[in-house]
């Protein structure tokens, strides 16, 4: 860095750059006039191997490098330089690419030279080339430039663009010229065109101008593409269309109204035919407002809507003046099917009545419709309930002026309810839907609202000035001559009482005196009588809930004053501030003789502070100095006041009192007090050799009053216990006794309490983990051989527990549980296992062997009982044996029971099993199988299908005697029957029966089987084979 100013001041100082006379190293390979160096920093330039301040006429390329010239495709750009004083002009080499750069002679200039002022491709050129003859002009720096181009974007004008053609010439092919040739002889717009365009029409048939806006005022009709004076006969109808008269042969769809067409007409006239008239015809006599091509009774869809006349209006519409309409006009009401201005006589009333009515709504995208609840006014036989009437008219409300009185709106009041009020009521209105609104309305009542008063018939809320005062609740201009006056709300009331909360001041009943002015006997005084002349503060209206409030404080006069204020020269204060003292209820400047001693303390002491419109209270603790005759228990006495310790020269206390020489008693007590002194100590502290202790020291044990480092053989056992101090009933704990302080002690027993347990002479309410089973009151590790199984017990123990409020204890209970050493299990926990004693098995050991041990699978041979989950030598008699297990009900796969055990099928000989028997294999049903169709059949349902066969036919009645003979034949008939009928099957070369007997299936199978066939179809099949089998 000091380098650069060197060599620029070398440079300057030196006109010529001088070679360097020797050859620089690798290391510094840049020769400057001051020795080589390691680079060539800006703004210097480098010339070969040489530092220069600038290259002179060479050009400067990218890199700082001195060139001859710039490479190809580079122009460059002249800047003027200053190193220090001393000024240069650089040649760099640019590509001249950026927009406002303009390249001229190779050189990247801002502006075009004089002679070369046209721009051709970002080139500055003498005159543009034929490819870009057409010239924009352009202003660079404030000088005029021309631009080549190809084409204009408008119009060109000898050669120059222009964005139209002057006044004298006209448009032709993007040209502009003087004339248009005869190939395009019409004008539109300052164009030459061929032909006027279709939406701009001839300006007439001796014209060349297409109109773009109107026809001439004399020819406002366009009639083949050519304005005109007047429509031909043959195209006699206009239409308007694009601000043109169109001359058109017919209106083709639409109205013709004075010979224009129409789409819809005038709403002065009605559509007949096609064609606007004045009024409808005889025939169709009613007009009715539709959107074209729509019937009466639709709703117009659009804004485009005209009259159409029609024979009758349709039931949905209503008649008004020869008109349908939807809903009549305003103050129209509707009778039948019309509208009408004057109800008929038999329904003399006009009122609202709602009605369902479909709204429709117009938008871009379509109509919508809705069904909304309208009111419609009506003709009424009489007005609803919730109506008055007036003028024949049923209203929500009477107007203002009008009073209402049972639904009637009347002029004036009548005697029963004389008086005017103001009232707010809430009434739908309905001008297009429901909605509610409060309106203001007079009612005549018999007695005016007890907040206020009457002024001529009006209940008001305050009386006028000139009518201020108040006489019975009426506002009138004389003047009191009752006792009392009060200045109320609504004005000043006479009175003879006032309010048991109110105050008399002169003859005025008030709710709180002047500040000036106390309370006596309910009247405001400024001094108080000689009976009672002390003064106290009077709350009035107090109210606690949170917090305690007041409306008002006074000052009262009273005898004396009450329990918590201090009597001060004839005041009642809330404590005696220092420096008076407090004695009973006064507060004076010295103690009396006979209490002399000062003792202080704090009181709470309640505050009144204003809090908005009230009073709120609040308390505070303020220190008093009380006399009194002698110390309180928790204070002592130095010189005359006392205190809450003795001073450190004067710590010994004798008789209450602080005292500088040691005791001279037997024992002595250390107290946050002091040292007391005592010939005895008293009864509920501890002795130590000549002192007294609250509780014996650490590591010692209280035997009797006495402290010991160890308990003698004959009170060996130690029991910890908790002593109460100052013990009291406790308020909110019920029969429970609270206590201030605790006392830790551990005491030498001759034995522990009954209700503790024993571990290395040490009386315990419970025993350790460890050795946590009870052997004979005793902490045992495990039971011994004669007790040798574990029973949980309950035991109860009282322990002492802080509140939270006060910071006092008290005692509470807690049940725990005990494991005894018991020899056998018994009442709730009469079974076992693993010697512990339990109420029921775990699920790890749920079988019970020998009805008391629980066992995890049964022992031996013995088997499971699955019901009762118990383990049996042998199977109850109605349990089946399977798997090791006796069971009620077999399992699944092997549900049938036989001989005692769960078998997959019954054997032949016992082939009868029935669910209703939990598959009982037997020989017979006997009873249990529920398959004899005869056992369930009434004889009633028997008869009923007896006379029903007579009625229908003889032979139906021979066939069913046969097949209920066959229901009830023996089981030794059937097996004849059986024999009889393969006697005969080895006979006959036929066909075998449709129903085959197996004779390995039982008798009463085969019945059954029967009976199943017989409630089928094939009833008639079943009897007919029987009939050959017989």
């Not at 309305?441 to 007695?447: G, H, I, L």
Request: charge should be negative; include cysteine.
């Amino acid at each position: 860095m000091i380098l650069l100013p060197v060599l620029i001041l070398f440079y300057i100082e030196s006109a010529v750059a001088f070679p360097c006379d020797w050859s620089c190293p690798s290391d510094k390979p840049y020769c400057s006039e001051v020795g080589c160096i390691f680079e060539c920093p800006e703004p210097f330039y480098i010339n070969g191997s040489n530092c220069v301040s600038d290259c002179g006429e060479w050009f400067v390329d990218e890199n700082r490098h001195c060139v001859a010239s710039c490479p190809v495709n580079t122009v460059y750009k002249e800047t003027l330089k200053q190193v220090m004083n001393s000024q240069y002009l650089e040649r760099k080499c640019v590509n001249c690419d950026q927009p406002n750069q303009l390249v001229s002679d190779r050189s990247c200039v801002k502006v075009c030279p004089n002679d070369t002022r046209f721009i051709d491709k970002n080139m500055c050129v003498p005159t543009c080339p034929k490819e870009r003859s057409f010239k924009i002009n352009i202003t660079i720096y404030g000088l005029l430039h021309y631009k080549c181009i190809e084409k204009c974007p408008q119009v060109e004008d000898n050669n120059f663009c222009r964005e139209d053609c002057p006044e004298n010439k006209v448009s032709f092919q993007s040209s502009c010229v003087e004339q248009c040739p005869s190939s395009h002889p019409f004008l539109f717009l300052k164009r030459c065109e061929t032909k006027c365009p279709e939406h701009a029409p001839l300006a007439g048939y001796d014209e060349i101008s297409c109109v773009n806006w109107e026809c001439p005022e004399k020819r406002s009709f366009v009639d083949n593409q050519t304005c005109v004076a007047m429509c031909p006969s043959t195209a006699p109808y206009i239409v308007s269309s694009d601000r043109f008269n169109y001359c058109v042969k017919d209106c083709a769809g639409k109205y013709i109204f004075n010979d224009h067409c129409v789409s819809t007409c005038p709403s002065f006239t009605v559509a007949v035919n096609n064609t606007c008239l004045g009024q409808c015809p005889s025939k169709t006599p009613y007009s009715c407002v539709v959107t074209p091509g729509d019937k009466c009774g639709q709703r117009p869809r659009q804004q485009f809507q005209h009259s159409i006349c029609i024979y009758s209006c349709p039931h949905t519409m209503l008649l008004w003046n020869k008109t349908c309409v939807f809903s009549c006009p305003s103050g129209r009401a509707v009778f039948g099917n019309e509208c009408t201005d004057i109800c008929p006589v038999d329904y003399p009333y006009m009122g609202n009545v709602t009605k369902p009515e479909e709204d429709c709504y117009q938008y871009a995208w379509g109509q919508y419709c809705q069904t909304v609840e309208k009111a419609v006014l009506t003709c009424l036989k009489e007005c609803q309930a919730n109506r008055y009437t007036f003028n024949d008219t049923c209203l929500s409300y009477c107007p203002y002026h009008l009073p209402q009185h049972d639904n009637t709106c009347v002029p004036k009041c009548p005697v029963s309810a004389p008086f005017v009020t103001n009232a707010t009521v809430v009434i739908e209105s309905w001008p297009y839907h429901s909605y509610k609104v409060k309106q203001t309305v007079q009612k005549c009542v018999s007695v005016c609202d007890d907040d206020m008063v009457i002024l001529n018939h009006a209940c008001v809320k305050t009386c006028p000035e000139d009518h201020s005062y108040i006489h019975n609740r009426t506002c009138s201009q004389q003047e009191c001559e009752t006792r009392y006056t009060e200045k109320g709300p609504s004005g000043i009331i006479c009175t003879d009482e006032c309010e048991p909360w109110q105050f008399v001041l002169d003859k005025m009943c008030v709710k709180t005196c002047p500040s000036t002015h106390m309370i006596y006997n309910g009247t405001c005084v400024d001094h108080c009588p000689g009976s009672h002349l002390l003064t106290s503060m009077f709350i009035i209206g107090e109210t606690c809930d949170t917090y305690c409030s007041a409306q008002n404080i006074s000052k009262q006069c009273i005898k004396e004053c009450p329990h918590g204020l201090f009597e001060y020269k004839s005041s009642c204060v809330s404590f005696c501030n220092s420096p008076l003292y407090t004695v009973d209820n006064k507060c004076v400047e010295t103690c009396p003789f006979d209490k002399p001693y000062i003792e202080t303390s704090s009181i709470t002491v309640a505050n009144w502070s204003k809090n908005g419109v009230q009073f709120k209270k609040s308390s505070t603790n303020e220190t008093i100095v009380k006399c009194e005759a002698t110390c309180s228990a928790d204070k002592v006495l130095f010189g005359s006041r006392c205190v809450d310790r003795c001073p450190l020269h004067s710590r010994f206390i004798l008789n209450g009192t602080c005292r500088s020489e040691t005791c001279t008693t037997n024992y002595k007590f250390y107290t946050s007090l002091g040292i007391s002194c005592f010939d005895e100590c008293p009864p509920d502290l501890f002795i130590k050799n000549d002192t007294c202790y609250s509780q014996c020291p650490n590591n010692m044990y209280a035997l009797g009053r006495n402290c010991v480092s160890e308990c003698p053989r004959s009170h060996s056992f130690v029991n910890n216990e908790t002593l109460g101090k100052r013990e009291y009933n406790c308020l909110d704990l019920e029969n429970n006794v609270c206590t201030e302080s605790l006392t830790y002690i551990m005491r030498c027993h001759e034995k522990c309490p009954g209700n503790k347990f024993i571990h290395k002479n040490t009386c315990l309410d419970f025993c350790s983990k460890n050795i946590s089973v009870v052997f004979n009151r005793t902490c045992v590790t495990s039971c011994p051989e004669t007790n040798p199984f574990t029973q949980p017990s309950n035991k109860t123990v009282s322990k002492r527990k802080e509140r939270s409020i006060g910071g006092e204890w008290y005692f509470e209970s807690e049940d725990h549980q005990v494991d005894e050493c018991v020899r056998k299990c018994t009442g709730n926990y009469s079974l076992h296992f693993g010697y512990r004693c339990t109420s029921s098995c775990p699920s790890n050991v749920p079988y019970l062997d020998d009805e008391t041990k629980c066992v995890k699978r049964c022992p031996g041979d013995k088997l499971l009982d699955i019901n009762t989950s118990m383990c049996v030598n042998i199977c109850e008699n109605d349990r089946g044996l399977f798997n090791h297990s006796c069971y009620y009900n077999c399992p699944e796969e092997y549900k049938y029971m036989y001989n005692s055990k769960c078998v997959s099928q019954c054997p032949s000989s016992h082939a009868n099993a029935a669910e209703e028997d939990r598959f009982i294999c037997r020989k017979s049903c006997a009873g249990n199988c529920n398959i004899n169709l005869g056992a369930h059949i009434s004889l009633w349902v028997l008869v009923a299908l007896l006379l029903i066969l007579i009625v229908y036919s003889r032979q139906s009645l021979m066939d069913f005697l046969h097949v209920l003979r066959l229901m009830f034949v023996s089981e030794k008939k059937l097996k004849e029957i059986q024999k009889q009928e393969n006697i005969c099957r080895r006979m006959r070369k036929q066909k075998e029966d449709r129903i085959p007997i197996n004779d390995e299936v039982s008798f009463q199978a085969e019945n059954e089987e029967i009976m199943i066939e017989l409630q089928g179809d094939r009833t008639d099949n079943v009897l007919n084979h029987e009939d050959t089998r017989l």
